[in-house]
């Protein structure tokens, strides 16, 4: 129950992290409900967090950091209630691959209502927030896959591409430290 509790509370807030870190990457604008929800839950630890470790150009590494860290407590948290050895470097490698495989939760998440709203309702306010967050995956695609009968299957493509990515490539890259 333990090791639930920790992997959903770190879970959830390095996903708001990472969300909150990809949204500035995109410019996406944070008025609309997704943003301000996602700045109200991660402002406690990342203005002060931007004190110390100032944005790069369109890059909030204070944000990213966070994530991190957040990923590197969460492992190391878990290594000691399994009463595993100590190994921080491990620690570092896993919490890497956390934030990825988050990442890549993100877009997924993103991409895969953005194609539901397409179909129930695709004047929704989120739809534009979802599209431009989507932008960096879909967009590439839509060059490479032209429209079949005016239907779009990019977000099919993107969608088993990042789970392909989720459930094969980052779970064997993590594995690679051991």
């Given at each position: 129950m333990?090791?639930f509790?920790?992997n959903?509370?770190?879970g959830?807030l390095t996903?708001?992290l990472?969300?909150?870190?990809l949204?500035?990457w995109t410019?996406?604008?944070?008025?609309n409900?997704?943003?301000?929800?996602t700045?109200a839950?991660?402002?406690?630890m990342?203005?002060p967090a931007?004190k110390?470790?100032?944005?790069?150009?369109?890059w909030?590494l204070?944000?990213?950091?966070?994530?991190?860290l957040?990923?590197?407590v969460?492992?190391a948290?878990?290594?000691l209630l399994?009463?595993a050895?100590?190994s921080?470097?491990?620690?570092?490698?896993q919490?890497?691959?956390?934030v990825?495989?988050q990442m890549?939760d993100?877009?997924?998440?993103?991409?895969?209502l953005?194609a539901?709203?397409?179909?129930?309702n695709?004047?929704?306010?989120i739809y534009g927030?979802?599209?431009?967050?989507s932008?960096p995956?879909l967009?590439?695609?839509r060059?490479v896959?032209p429209a079949?009968?005016?239907?779009?299957?990019?977000?099919?493509?993107?969608?088993?591409l990042?789970?392909?990515i989720?459930?094969?490539?980052?779970?064997s890259l993590?594995?690679?430290?051991?």
């Amino acid at each position: 129950m333990t090791t639930f509790l920790l992997n959903a509370a770190f879970g959830i807030l390095t996903f708001l992290l990472v969300l909150r870190f990809l949204m500035q990457w995109t410019r996406t604008s944070f008025q609309n409900p997704l943003g301000q929800m996602t700045m109200a839950l991660t402002d406690f630890m990342v203005k002060p967090a931007r004190k110390i470790i100032r944005p790069v150009r369109q890059w909030d590494l204070s944000t990213l950091l966070l994530a991190l860290l957040m990923q590197i407590v969460l492992f190391a948290l878990l290594t000691l209630l399994a009463g595993a050895p100590v190994s921080p470097v491990f620690w570092v490698w896993q919490a890497v691959f956390g934030v990825l495989g988050q990442m890549v939760d993100v877009f997924f998440y993103a991409i895969l209502l953005m194609a539901i709203l397409s179909w129930v309702n695709p004047y929704s306010p989120i739809y534009g927030v979802l599209n431009q967050l989507s932008s960096p995956i879909l967009d590439p695609l839509r060059r490479v896959l032209p429209a079949i009968q005016g239907f779009d299957f990019s977000a099919l493509v993107a969608l088993l591409l990042l789970q392909m990515i989720s459930r094969i490539v980052l779970p064997s890259l993590a594995m690679g430290i051991i």
